[in-house]
């Protein structure tokens, strides 16, 4: 789960991590009467769930409330990767001397947690990483012994700083650090961890994301969502009790049993083809889970075809097959269909959709070749 960058500060501010004073707003209004509160120079902040958003111009310093009104106007309403903005915060700027950056996370290849910390923060962590790995440095925290001093002091000796700043940064890491355990992160991260040019040290930017599966730990948190910030497909799918993550290609996948989906979306890839989603229908698909499978694949405008990859198990390729054509009868579908079909009962399937005048498949690679086929022009 995701929150917004106002929330994760929230959080932070909660647990007595110093960020700016301010406030979120939906309006251009509200947000020129939070500016006059604060009677600063404001940052105008989009909320959305995507990072880079002084990149894509969803950040504009302000130095009045009227200016805040009208940053507020520019940037409410806008599209930030495909995301729009419905809320901006507005927060005192800050006068920034360094910027720093500070994230914990799972490293699951070594089952521990990791504490990165930079003397580069800013906009691109991603870029440090890849081009100076050796300006970040990554300290593990064995979950069974947790943050210990030692790791405290291997993230604050690692780069030189004065020991003002040192001592600031133990205790953003100690502290950040119980955040993270304490809602189930699976990521907390500040960047920029920002250095003042009088010599504060502020969290300037919160990204604090939970892991959804500790989430009925956390009643407390279910306020932050916000339905109508995540994809309303995967939503609608959600409601369906189908699992469904949208994809950006062109190919709509539908298989049951995720490992079979996942193979389905590598062998597209395989041949040429981009998947435009993953999408689980689970054991026994009957007419109305394949007609739901089939309708939410298809209101993503970017389909061009769906591929149907079948196993037959406990699951009856006869009455999957079935389920397919009632499905295909319900809709009105004018694109490309290729149904896989294999296991038990596959070949009285294969005939109930051929008779239908659905094209299949025996094999996998089959189906991804002929659905890639279909798909492209
Ligand atoms: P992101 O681009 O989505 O990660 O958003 P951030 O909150 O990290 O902001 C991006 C950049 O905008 C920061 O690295 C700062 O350089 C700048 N920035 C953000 N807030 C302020 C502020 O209050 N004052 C100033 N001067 N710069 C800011
Ligand atoms: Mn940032």
Do not use: W
Request: with cysteine; net charge negative.
């Amino acid at each position: 789960m995701i929150i917004h960058e106002y929330q994760g500060k929230e959080l932070l501010r909660e647990m007595g991590v110093p960020i700016p004073g301010g406030k979120v707003a939906q309006t251009p209004e509200e947000a020129g009467k939070i500016a006059g509160e604060l009677g600063t120079k404001v940052a105008v902040k989009a909320q959305v769930h995507v990072g880079g958003r002084g990149k894509a111009g969803g950040i504009k310093l302000a130095g009045s409330a009227e200016e805040a009104v009208a940053k507020a106007k520019e940037i409410i309403g806008m599209d930030i990767k495909g995301l729009t903005v419905h809320k901006v915060l507005v927060e005192e700027a800050i006068d920034i001397e360094t910027e720093l950056y500070l994230g914990i996370t799972l490293d699951r290849a070594r089952g521990t947690h990791v504490i990165m910390f930079s003397t580069e923060g800013g906009v691109d962590i991603e870029e440090v990483a890849e081009k100076t790995p050796e300006k970040i440095v990554k300290v593990a925290v064995d979950p069974r012994r947790g943050l210990l001093d030692h790791h405290i002091r291997k993230v604050c000796y690692a780069f030189d700083m004065s020991k003002e700043n040192r001592k600031a940064l133990g205790v953003f890491v100690k502290t950040l650090y119980k955040l993270y355990m304490a809602k189930d992160c699976s990521i907390a991260e500040i960047n920029p961890l920002v250095v003042t040019k009088d010599g504060r040290m502020l969290a300037a930017d919160a990204k604090v994301n939970f892991d959804g599966n500790a989430l009925y730990r956390h009643p407390e948190l279910e306020a932050m969502a916000e339905i109508s910030e995540e994809d309303p497909l995967e939503v609608k799918a959600k409601e369906m009790g189908l699992a469904y993550v949208r994809l950006d290609g062109e190919v709509g996948i539908i298989g049951n049993g995720a490992g079979l989906v996942m193979g389905t979306l590598d062998e597209v890839n395989r041949v040429g083809g981009k998947p435009a989603n993953f999408l689980d229908v689970g054991g026994g698909a009957s007419a109305k889970v394949v007609t739901n499978s089939l309708s939410l694949v298809l209101s993503d405008p970017n389909v061009k075809g769906v591929l149907f990859n079948i196993f037959g198990g406990i699951t009856r390729g006869d009455e999957v097959a079935k389920g397919i054509v009632e499905g295909t009868k319900v809709l009105n579908i004018d694109k490309p269909l290729v149904i896989r079909l294999s296991g038990t009962n596959e070949e009285e399937g294969r005939k109930i959709l051929s008779d239908a005048g659905i094209e299949t498949a025996a094999t996998m690679e089959e189906a991804a070749e002929k659905i890639v086929a279909l798909t492209r022009n």
